[in-house]
């Protein structure tokens, strides 16, 4: 039988990372993806392992993806133990199902292709072949969207941490691919299962038995050490909100824009690194959940005794982790980005997603 266009997408996918998790797919709410597995599975196309952790493309599924000139690596067709290389390429696949469920390109061809926005690149794919440029590099994979480059980490408690200088010398090589004028900003992403479990990891304090071995830096030292700004991202179907707003160019002052109209100012003298001020109280644009800047407007605003602080964030952000992460106050004013704000900012971007359907702000 031929597949559709969908159901063709998704065994690509399992062809090109290997493994799919099944825990993963129930977590985005796309009918699409998960008529697409229904439609894979019964026709037996891919085949799921005895622990049900995974799935991947059978061989009458590598044989339909070759017989159409989609070419596997013959590696793929091994089926692993319990191991790291098979933890990896989960977690790699967590993050491209969060993107595929952005609306972000998950099948590039090759580095080039990062070039074209928007887009995500496992890092395997820089470690297969004659020449690895990774070397011994944790990160999963490199995004380039909302004319912004991201270098994306699964943070878990088996994934503490980072070779600092090596991985960020690797992002920074990757700017002539991002734009000839090799001014792309770049920042990091820290993706796990939920924000909680990611920041819970960016919070301690206790040296790992790794940290400082070979360039080796612990995540909550690379949170507080560098400059580069960090963004923490829940692979879930809040997790692809956030991405589908962040591959929008000029996300935060166009939210800002819709949700107060008029009464939105860009600036605002006394904190230039807020998203500007509306009726005078500064306001901070969180869906993008860089943390480290939501804290830094707060503190500022805390320092200058401004009255009123906004904090807009998805509705699902703030009830799971934003208002139980900043410091308690009568200040703070939260603000829930719904479907109304989002459709007047990026008319038809967001027809796929629910939350906020019935939210009024």
Known sequence: MNLDNRDLELLRLAGKYRWLPMTGLDKYGDPGLCDALDVLSRTDYVSVSRDSIYLKPSRKGFDYLEERGFMCDTAARRAYANSTTLRRRLEASRIMLTCLRAGIDTLPDNVDSLGNQP????????????????????????GHFGNRAYMFHYVSPLNLGMYLINELGIFHRLSSVFAESLDTPQALLFAGTSYKTVHGCLSGTVPSARSGKRGFADFHEVYRRTELPIHLLSCDETGAMQLALMRQPDYNARVARAAY??????????????DGSVKGDPLIIAADMNLRRVRRVVAAARRRGRKRIMVAAFQSQLDSFIADELAPGDDLSYFCIDRPILDAAFPGEFSGFTEGDDDSG
């Open 119 to 142: 887009v995500f690149l496992p890092s395997f794919e820089l470690r297969d072949g004659a020449v690895n440029v990774m070397s011994n590099a944790t990160c999963s994979g490199f």
């Open 261 to 274: 109209k008029t009464g939105w100012s860009p600036y605002d003298e006394q904190i230039p690194f807020a």
